[in-house]
């Protein structure tokens, strides 16, 4: 602080209006970790004049599908959740009001006029702090798909390139310098340490023996582990779902990045499609850019085959599911995004890209979707699928719904614990 920032505090004992704000900050700091599952949000209050038209650019049949999953969902959260707003708390209760009331909305099958009339009058709306934590609230949208790849469940050429099941030899336990649940491995001497990177699995074969499927083409093996789940068809005509069961605990690191840090693309350049045709044209350097990435991700067969299942454990919806950091921003809350969605042309090449408004569900996360400013939107499979994932590096805004009079302001409810405190 400099000099001409510092000021003389008046006395304690001469402002008690004060001595309570102080004893109430120090308290409140103690008490905050204590609210069971709360966590540390970037979610701002929207200012009604400032909101966006509450239009659906989808079905509401998918709506409703999405959004009753997650009302089930929050029926099993513990009693003691707490999601942090701006200045006040949403308790599991009022996580379920909020859901319940917008099903309710949904039901009466309002036009998009009254749809949006509703959703104000009975939400209020906290903006995602975006990346610059401005009034802006500007993130960076992206997009992953469920994609569908020729595999063998016996190692003949062409499928040479294995997907891996979770090997006896990955434990998890806590880090003891700081505290933290992590993922490794025990070695010869019975020390815990990290577990192999991508480099070592693929070059030394260390997970021989738990082997789940093999691909053709060991860009389609990265690309299913950056996707997180994909459909496996069999030579015979079968399909079968394949998802996410772990990871080797290591950071995940983007070749896209390395690529454009490189001068081999630039920043606008480095889609999936853009990767993947560098790659194929350049052979020589694949192992040594895939190998970039040391995370890895070991996978299992799954049982739903309509949709994939996202972190919380609920099948995906296309256009509706989204992924983002359950750390910083809301798990469960229903949420509108505001972004660009690609138009295609009939021989299915990107023709140009369209406003994109409409009510999503963060049911699932990702390595490389951290922070306030990052979200993933889910499109299903098929071309379009493939191709808006692989092109979307889009701007946009994403807001949270809580329904109003709901939430518990935090110094009210910080008082009402402490009753002697005024």
Avoid at 222 to 227: A, E, K, T
Avoid at 318 to 331: C, E, F, Q, V
Avoid at 339 to 365: N, T
Wanted: charged fraction near 25%.
């Amino acid at each position: 602080m400099t000099g001409k920032d510092m000021k003389t505090a008046p006395h304690a004992s001469h402002s008690p209006s004060l001595a309570r704000r102080t004893v109430f900050f120090v308290l409140l700091c103690l008490w905050w970790p204590a609210l069971g599952d709360a966590q540390d949000t970037a979610l701002l209050a929207a200012q009604q004049n400032r909101l966006p038209s509450l239009r659906d650019d989808m079905d509401h049949k998918s709506l409703t599908t999405a959004a009753t999953r997650h009302l089930r969902y929050l029926k099993t959260l513990s009693p003691d959740t707490v999601v942090r707003l701006e200045n006040e708390l949403c308790s599991r209760d009022c996580l379920l009001q909020s859901m319940a009331t917008f099903l309710e909305i949904l039901e009466q099958g309002p036009s998009p006029t009254e749809l949006d009339q509703a959703i104000r009058e009975n939400f209020n709306l906290y903006q995602a702090a975006g990346r610059d934590k401005g009034e802006k609230g500007e993130m960076l949208i992206t997009g992953y798909y469920e994609p569908l790849l020729e595999g063998s469940l016996i190692k003949s050429a062409p499928f040479i390139h294995p997907l891996y099941s979770i090997p006896d030899s990955l434990i998890s336990y806590r880090d003891p310098g700081t505290g933290r649940k992590t993922t490794g491995r025990q070695d010869s001497t019975g020390a815990k340490v990290p577990f192999w990177s991508r480099a070592e699995i693929e070059e030394r074969e260390l997970l021989a023996g738990n082997e789940l499927v093999y691909l053709q083409d060991p860009v389609d093996a990265f690309v299913l582990h950056v996707q997180g789940s994909g459909k496996i068809r069999f030579q015979d005509g079968s399909l079968r779902a394949i998802q996410f069961a772990a990871t080797n605990g290591r950071d995940y690191k983007s070749i896209g990045k390395l690529l454009v840090d490189e001068k081999k693309m630039t920043r606008e350049e480095a889609t999936m499609p853009s990767i993947r045709h560098y790659l194929e044209k350049n052979p020589g350097e694949q192992k040594r850019i895939l190998h970039h990435n040391p995370r890895f991700v070991f996978f299992q067969w799954n049982k739903r085959k309509e949709s994939p299942t996202g972190s919380l454990g609920l099948p995906l919806t296309a256009g509706r599911s989204i992924a983002i950091d359950p750390a910083t921003l809301p798990t469960g809350l229903m949420a509108y995004l505001v972004s660009q969605k690609p138009v295609l042309d009939r021989e299915g090449l990107l023709l140009h890209w369209e406003p994109m408004q409409r009510f999503v569900l963060p049911q699932d996360a990702g390595a490389a979707i951290k922070g306030a400013g990052r979200a993933d939107l889910f499109w299903g499979n098929g071309h379009y699928a493939e191709t808006a994932a692989g092109n979307m590096k889009e701007q946009g805004q994403l807001y949270f719904l809580v329904k109003k009079d709901a939430t518990t302001n935090t110094q009210d409810t910080l008082a009402s614990q402490l009753p002697g405190l005024r």
